[in-house]
């Protein structure tokens, strides 16, 4: 177990066309002489990813009541190639969980959160997020430059609707990010509970044939407003469970992965749609 934790911290040497560079890559524990694909000095991010995560700590883990489940089924995986797949409650509350949910795995720690760990974060993670959400503001571009992946929506912006041309170049960042790490992606694309599952998510897997990993979460939307930033209701119960690694097949369609990740990550529910519905009807007759 001690030797596990240990190989956490160990480097990941590079295949930098520079030998000098590629040679201290074998001992570059902090990441000094590397970047990622996307530009980015590794400890320079390990600085941005302890500034952006730290200061939310309370909030996740003393304001409230945060449960986790399941880091069983992510303390062995792979360094890349990891895809991580969850229902979404808000902007930022639930992506920065699961950075403190990585990191203390890394150390160890699993479903206790010491933020000790924040020492030596884990840097090689990136997420999925829309580019206009990640442009508002201080702290959004802040959390941006700790692992978004911005790509923009082909079917809302500003809040509505809309028609534009699909973002290509957004399965290729993806993909960049999987060869390098974990990419954590909210398939809904919207913090809408029950919403359709887009099938850009399916295309990533097809594509890349990753390890899929669930995760579903829940609290986040009664704990939090929508951006995650402010509260809504303290001492509330916040969870996160990570399901079971799953594989899919090249034979597997578009329609058939589709509808495996809408099951897998609980959005088909018609027990949970009712009770949601339900909460919700509490909720706007209190406010009235």
Same mark, same amino acid.
């Given at each position: 177990?001690?030797?596990?934790?240990?190989?956490?911290?160990?480097?990941?040497?590079?295949?930098?066309?520079?030998?000098?560079?590629?040679?201290?890559?074998?001992?570059?524990?902090?990441?000094?002489?590397?970047?990622?694909?996307?530009?980015?000095?590794?400890?320079?991010?390990?600085?941005?990813?302890?500034?952006?995560?730290?200061?939310?700590?309370?909030?996740?883990?003393?304001?409230?009541?945060?449960?986790?489940?399941?880091?069983?089924?992510?303390?062995?995986?792979?360094?890349?190639?990891?895809?991580?797949?969850?229902?979404?409650?808000?902007?930022?509350?639930?992506?920065?969980? #699961?950075?403190?949910?990585?990191?203390?795995?890394?150390?160890?720690?699993?479903?206790?959160?010491?933020?000790?760990?924040?020492?030596?974060?884990?840097?090689?993670?990136?997420?999925?997020?829309?580019?206009?959400?990640?442009?508002?503001?201080?702290?959004?571009?802040?959390?941006?430059?700790?692992?978004?992946?911005?790509?923009?929506?082909?079917?809302?912006?500003?809040?509505?609707?809309?028609?534009?041309?699909?973002?290509?170049?957004?399965?290729?960042?993806?993909?960049?990010?999987?060869? #390098?790490?974990?990419?954590?992606?909210?398939?809904?694309?919207?913090?809408?509970?029950?919403?359709?599952i887009r099938k850009g998510?399916?295309?990533?897997?097809?594509?890349?044939?990753?390890?899929?990993?669930p995760v579903v979460i829940?609290?986040?939307?009664?704990? #939090?407003?929508?951006?995650?930033?402010?509260?809504?209701?303290?001492?509330?119960?916040?969870?996160?469970?990570?399901?079971?690694?799953?594989? #899919?097949?090249?034979?597997?369609?578009?329609?058939?992965?589709?509808?495996?990740?809408?099951?897998?990550?609980?959005?088909?529910?018609?027990?949970?749609?009712?009770?949601?519905?339900?909460?919700?009807?509490?909720?706007?007759?209190?406010?009235?």
């Amino acid at each position: 177990m001690i030797l596990k934790i240990l190989s956490n911290f160990l480097p990941i040497p590079n295949n930098h066309p520079n030998r000098f560079i590629r040679f201290l890559s074998y001992f570059d524990i902090f990441g000094l002489f590397e970047k990622d694909p996307f530009g980015n000095w590794l400890i320079l991010k390990r600085i941005i990813v302890s500034a952006a995560v730290l200061p939310t700590f309370w909030r996740l883990a003393v304001a409230n009541k945060l449960r986790i489940e399941g880091t069983e089924h992510i303390k062995n995986l792979p360094n890349t190639n990891v895809f991580f797949i969850s229902n979404h409650q808000t902007y930022f509350a639930d992506v920065i969980t #699961f950075y403190h949910v990585f990191c203390s795995v890394k150390w160890g720690f699993g479903r206790v959160l010491i933020p000790i760990y924040l020492l030596a974060p884990r840097a090689r993670t990136y997420y999925i997020a829309a580019k206009e959400t990640m442009q508002k503001g201080i702290l959004p571009r802040l959390f941006s430059l700790a692992g978004a992946i911005l790509v923009e929506r082909s079917w809302r912006a500003e809040g509505e609707n809309v028609q534009r041309t699909v973002d290509t170049s957004a399965s290729d960042k993806v993909s960049l990010g999987l060869k #390098f790490g974990w990419v954590v992606s909210f398939p809904q694309g919207t913090t809408s509970p029950y919403a359709p599952i887009r099938k850009g998510t399916a295309h990533i897997i097809k594509e890349n044939n990753p390890i899929v990993v669930p995760v579903v979460i829940n609290g986040f939307r009664r704990a #939090f407003n929508k951006t995650g930033l402010g509260y809504k209701k303290r001492n509330t119960e916040l969870s996160v469970r990570f399901k079971e690694p799953i594989y #899919f097949t090249k034979e597997q369609t578009l329609e058939e992965i589709t509808e495996i990740v809408k099951n897998i990550i609980e959005q088909d529910m018609p027990q949970q749609i009712a009770e949601w519905k339900a909460e919700e009807e509490r909720t706007k007759d209190a406010n009235d």
